[in-house]
Structures are given as structure tokens and as C-alpha cells.
């Protein structure tokens, strides 16, 4: 019963280089989201992925892009890290598109140096 | 203005109480309301959903929603120690959630 998986669960990047966070779902859910959250601001939507094949930015989609790979997969890569992007990310996944409530992953814990 | 306004807390209550976390939202249009709660350094876990006006129970946990005002609560019967975590109010957009920043709760033995 693994639900949504989140690789990696640490990361320490320097300012400039590149990574790319992996999230797989198992449940067959067609909406799939990153999120990231920072202290006393709550969960910010980065972008997310109504179904298959389609991708949109949500409220902080700045110095990040995504890719939707199949059904299961959507990636997180941020080109080129700066401070500012050290927070905690979420991958989330729904069953329907629309107001449903979601299943999260553990998280990645991103710091930038 | 954010989307969705929550008490940062800390709210302090004794074992046995009852905890109220409240929450307002500022799209009139929004249709569903999530209550997550979240243990420092874990993920969000839904613990209640809500769609029309009135209340909804859940073993110690109800949740309220008065869509005129744009109010949404949660209210924990009998709290206990493992209660102690973050509770995060969620509001539908269209086909996303829009997150206040949460109430942090501790339960006091």
C-alpha cells in the first residue's frame, strides 16, 4: 500500500545547480500536484496536473517546471536552485478531477546552500 | 487578502476537552472544505471533508461549515495527547485546494 511515493527525502543543493524530484501514485488517481511549504505560510501550490497529458501553474510556479510522465509519474526539477526555494515539498495526488481531498507523500526536505 | 484565513495558535487545551479551530475563506464559489492534520515533520492526512451547510461527525471529530458567512470549523471532542499536530483547513478551486497556514494544537496531560 505505498500510496504516493516522494524520492528523494533529503537534499542539500548548491545555489545554481539542478535537481529534479520524483513522485509515483499507485492508486490510479488522474490529478496529481506539488506543493511546498514554508513556515507560517501553509501549502503553496506550485503547479499541478488535472489528468494525464496536461500541466498548469498554480500560485508559485517561478524557477520550477514540471513534467506529467505518464498516469503514476509527475516530476518536480528545479534548473538552476536558489535559496529561496529551501522548503519542504509535497507531492499529492486526487482520484477525480476536481474538489476532492488528496493523498500526500512524505515529502522532500530541500535545503540550498 | 489570503484565500483561506486560520488562528495560527498555538491552542493550549487540557486532556478531555473540547478544541475549536475555525476558518474562513474568501472565494464564495468554493464547494468542498478538507480538515488535515499534520504531525511536526510528516505529511498532511485528511481527517474530515465537508460539503454543505450544517455539521458532520466523525468519531470525536465534527466539522461545521456556514457557507453564508464563509466560515468553516473543527471541533475535537474529548482531546487527547495524540491530538497534538497541525491542523490545516483546505478549500476546493476549481480542480485544486487552497490551504490556510494552519492552528497548531497541543493537548496538555
Known amino acids: 500500500n505505498a500510496g504516493v511515493t516522494q524520492t528523494p527525502k533529503f537534499q542539500v543543493l548548491k545555489t545554481g545547480q539542478s535537481m529534479t524530484l520524483q513522485c509515483a501514485q499507485d492508486?490510479?488517481?488522474?490529478?496529481m500536484y506539488w506543493y511546498r511549504q514554508d513556515p507560517g505560510m501553509g501549502l503553496r501550490l506550485i503547479y499541478y496536473?488535472?489528468?494525464?497529458?496536461?500541466?498548469d501553474k498554480g500560485e508559485v510556479p517561478n524557477g520550477y517546471n514540471v513534467s506529467r510522465l505518464n498516469k503514476r509519474e509527475f516530476s518536480l526539477r528545479l534548473e538552476s536552485a536558489a535559496p529561496s526555494q529551501t522548503s519542504v515539498y509535497f507531492c499529492a495526488s486526487s482520484e477525480l478531477t476536481g474538489p476532492y481531498g488528496y493523498t500526500f507523500g512524505s515529502g522532500t526536505r530541500l535545503t540550498v546552500v | 487578502q489570503k484565500e483561506v484565513e486560520q488562528n495560527s495558535g498555538p491552542l493550549s487545551v487540557p486532556e478531555g476537552a473540547i478544541a475549536s479551530l475555525n476558518c474562513t475563506y474568501s472565494d464564495r464559489g468554493s464547494q468542498s472544505f478538507f480538515w488535515y492534520r499534520q504531525y511536526s515533520g510528516k505529511s498532511p492526512e485528511l481527517i474530515m471533508s465537508?460539503?454543505?451547510?450544517g455539521d458532520k461527525e466523525d468519531g470525536r471529530f465534527t466539522a461545521q461549515l456556514n457557507k453564508a458567512s464563509q466560515y468553516v470549523s473543527l471541533l475535537i471532542r474529548d482531546s487527547q495527547p495524540s491530538d497534538s499536530a497541525t491542523y490545516l483547513c483546505?478549500?476546493?478551486?476549481?480542480?485544486?485546494?487552497?490551504f490556510g497556514a494552519g492552528t497548531t494544537v497541543t493537548v496538555r496531560a
Open positions: 483546505a478549500v476546493s478551486n476549481d480542480y485544486k485546494l487552497s
Open positions: 496536473s488535472a489528468s494525464e497529458g496536461t500541466t
Open positions: 465537508i460539503y454543505s451547510n
Open positions: 492508486m490510479n488517481h488522474n490529478s
